[in-house]
């Protein structure tokens, strides 16, 4: 584990985060980029059944509207949101129970059977002959991602705090990367089989920067569970790495008066009421954030001007990436502790699209982009924001858990977000 890098700590400091930047961007790259393959993938399967002489775009749905529906929307039969709820109810199923029993599960298992079920989802849904394949691949894909965030964030506490900045970015970058990388390579001529058979070779990257390039400290097992005081993975190079990195921190708190061994029940129940003051604003965020993304913004069109309804969509999705890899970015320069008030500022942003779908009193394309890149800025600064004060602010010997069971509350939104979004949806279609 130490072939690649010399152990001292000011490198550690350095490349730690960069690393965890890579990561990031891996674990999350299957989850964004499936939702966009596996309609494409249905969207050739279903032309296929309807006619065999034809080989025209696999986003023609989109680019023509429905032109059986009068709705002043130019809805799509079915909203964004069904398809939101099957990529994130394995995810939250994961973030909910998980953090009681993961602990039993070595990190170096989790980390290959994320790698398996990432790969395992491109090759589902590039060679899939029917639609539950599609659907299967997409789930695995959020299984992959989901234990993944958990576990990952769990990892952080072993290394410098800086660690986290690396992973905000890195997962933000996954949207905006993914994105860029699939419509390129579509756009270049190859099919979408071919385009996620290549990338197959994210999961490998990821396989590799954890176990080849990764330094982990030696008191971390990896293929086999260790039951150790918590104060001794604490040591005195992990120490080292947190006085150096993040000068400003507190000390942690010390261990010798401490319960040793695992958590019980009754502890972990205890650190969960204790995390819902960071959850909570987090959830609403994301429950606000994804709910304008698949209840309102497919709704936001423009008639009569240099961008389709396709093209539209396709800006507001790479805007609102675009924000997030921004703000999961800054933490560096910029910290905010009252998350709250991030999750205020998206509800009024919601509230405000809301009434411009029902009304339409925005003159120009351009303010929804000003918006929704402003939507993409709030959700990132509330994900990298709510971890790092986790982090920071919980005792050592809860950490590891704590960081694990607050992942739930991303997940917990967007899932309230799709289930709203569904007859937000229908009712604006009907109009």
């Known amino acids: 584990m130490k072939l690649l890098f010399f152990d001292t700590s000011p490198y550690l400091v350095f490349i730690f985060p960069h690393l965890y930047r890579l990561l990031g961007l891996c674990n999350n790259f299957a989850y964004v980029v499936m939702l966009s393959a596996a309609h494409d993938i249905l969207e050739k399967q279903e032309s296929r059944n309807e006619t065999a002489s034809t080989s ?156 080849f390039l990764l330094v982990c400290p030696p008191s971390l097992p990896q293929w086999r569970t260790k039951e150790t005081e918590y104060a001794a993975l604490v040591s005195e190079d992990r120490q080292q790495l947190l006085d150096s990195s993040d000068d400003e921190e507190p000390e942690s708190s010390t261990t010798e008066d401490q319960p040793t061994g695992p958590l019980s029940f009754r502890e972990r129940l205890s650190v969960i009421r204790g995390l819902w003051r960071f959850v909570l604003p987090l959830g609403v965020v994301y429950l606000t954030e994804y709910f304008i993304n698949q209840g309102l913004m497919e709704l936001l069109f423009f008639h009569n001007i240099f961008l389709t309804h396709a093209a539209q969509y396709r800006w507001y999705q790479t805007l609102y990436q675009l924000g997030v890899l921004l703000s999961r970015s800054s933490l560096r320069w910029l910290k905010i502790r009252k998350v709250w008030i991030l999750s205020v500022l998206q509800m009024l942003n919601a509230v405000f699209l809301l009434l411009a779908v029902r009304y339409l009193f925005l003159p120009t394309v351009w303010l929804v982009f000003t918006f929704i890149l402003y939507e993409g800025l709030l959700g990132g600064a509330a994900y990298v924001n709510t971890f790092h004060f986790i982090s920071k602010e919980t005792e050592d010997r809860h950490r590891e858990f704590s960081m694990a069971a607050a992942s739930v509350g991303d997940s917990l939104g967007i899932t309230v977000a799709g289930l709203i979004s569904l007859p937000v949806h229908t009712y604006f279609c009907s109009l």
């Open 56 to 211: 025209a775009s696999l986003h023609v749905d989109f680019q023509v509207g429905n032109s059986s529906n009068s709705s002043i929307y130019d809805c799509n039969p079915v909203s964004t949101a069904a398809v939101l709820l099957a990529d994130i109810l394995p995810t939250l199923f994961i973030k909910v129970f998980a953090p009681f029993v993961i602990h039993k599960m070595p990190y170096g298992v989790r980390v290959l059977f994320c790698a398996i079920m990432a790969a395992t989802s491109f090759l589902l849904v590039s060679f899939s002959s029917a639609v539950w394949m599609s659907i299967l691949g997409v789930i695995f894909a959020s299984i992959s991602s989901g234990l993944g965030e958990l576990s990952f964030l769990s990892l952080t506490v072993f290394f410098s705090r800086s660690v986290l900045e690396g992973w905000g970015s890195g997962t933000g970058a996954a949207g905006l990367i993914g994105a860029f990388l699939y419509s390129g390579l579509i756009q270049a001529g190859l099919s979408p089989r071919i385009t996620l058979l290549i990338m197959l070779v994210v999961p490998i990257i990821m396989f590799i920067s954890y176990f």
